[in-house]
């Protein structure tokens, strides 16, 4: 198994945290996403992910694209430790949590979205800043919502495990950390990534960890 990534890729962490949750060993691909215009757009990388991104996942001449996707075959492939519930209702809760951040906050603050409110929008690097800030900020105050207010929050988003909506909102609390979003809104969220951040899963899948590291 080879995974294709940037060590400061949220969907690459996402996956990177499965694997190691999972227990699989796996090797790494570099894909540098800015160094001489972004390596996702050399024709032998958009051979196996022809929408030029990260993560892509190969198994045996398989390819695998987009986080979530490679996530939920990892877990029908590999079903122990599950990451998501065994009831249809917490499987529904958990995927609505990894989706307000892989869908909806993730999307539209990503490196090629910033790229493109810059150069051919032309937008100055602090209203770009408030551009990520304000989705961001908007994303996980209505995840806190979510995770507060709902019984089966525990340690975790569900429960006393780790599984994938914690997958993804770990990235995104280290990047809304790294853009310096105002999270005082969101105890629950950072309680939770704390928590996470505190297993060796976690740990090892960080973008400070991995081998390309800035």
Same mark, same amino acid.
């Given at each position: 198994?080879?995974?294709?990534?940037?060590?400061?890729?949220?969907?690459?962490?996402? &996956?990177?945290?499965?694997?190691?949750?999972? @227990?699989?060993?796996? +090797?790494?691909?570099?894909?540098?996403?800015?160094?001489?215009?972004?390596? !996702?757009?050399?024709?032998?990388?958009?051979?196996?992910?022809?929408?030029?991104?990260?993560?892509?996942?190969?198994?045996?001449?398989?390819?695998?694209?987009?986080? %979530?996707? #490679?996530?939920?075959?990892? /877990?029908?492939?590999?079903?122990?430790?599950?990451? *998501?519930?065994?009831?249809?209702?917490?499987?529904?809760?958990? =995927?609505? $949590?990894?989706? #307000?951040?892989?869908? +909806?906050?993730?999307? #539209?603050?990503?490196?090629? &979205? $910033?790229?493109?409110?810059?150069?051919?929008?032309?937008?100055?690097?602090? +209203?770009?800043?408030?551009?990520?800030?304000?989705?961001?900020?908007?994303? *996980?105050?209505? %995840?806190?919502? $979510? *995770?507060?207010?709902?019984?089966?929050?525990?340690?975790?988003?569900? @429960?006393?495990?780790?599984? $994938?909506? /914690?997958?993804? %909102?770990?990235?995104?609390?280290?990047?809304?950390?790294?853009? !310096?979003?105002?999270?005082?809104?969101?105890?629950?969220?950072?309680? #939770?990534? /704390?928590?996470?951040?505190? %297993? +060796?899963?976690?740990? =090892?899948?960080?973008?400070?960890?991995?081998? /390309?590291?800035?």
């Amino acid at each position: 198994m080879k995974l294709y990534g940037y060590f400061r890729s949220s969907a690459s962490y996402r &996956v990177r945290i499965a694997l190691n949750l999972k @227990g699989i060993a796996y +090797d790494s691909a570099f894909v540098h996403l800015t160094r001489g215009g972004g390596e !996702q757009f050399q024709p032998s990388f958009c051979k196996l992910n022809p929408q030029a991104q990260v993560p892509a996942l190969l198994e045996d001449g398989l390819v695998l694209t987009q986080s %979530l996707a #490679i996530i939920e075959y990892l /877990d029908e492939t590999r079903p122990e430790p599950p990451l *998501l519930p065994k009831d249809a209702a917490g499987r529904a809760r958990v =995927r609505a $949590l990894a989706q #307000i951040v892989a869908c +909806d906050i993730h999307p #539209i603050d990503n490196l090629r &979205v $910033l790229n493109y409110l810059a150069t051919e929008l032309e937008i100055s690097p602090e +209203d770009k800043a408030r551009w990520y800030r304000h989705w961001v900020e908007t994303g *996980l105050g209505a %995840l806190e919502a $979510l *995770l507060a207010s709902h019984p089966a929050t525990g340690t975790y988003c569900h @429960g006393e495990t780790p599984g $994938l909506a /914690d997958a993804c %909102l770990v990235p995104q609390v280290f990047n809304a950390r790294r853009f !310096q979003c105002n999270l005082s809104a969101c105890p629950t969220v950072v309680r #939770i990534a /704390d928590a996470c951040e505190g %297993l +060796d899963a976690f740990q =090892r899948a960080a973008p400070g960890a991995q081998p /390309d590291s800035e």
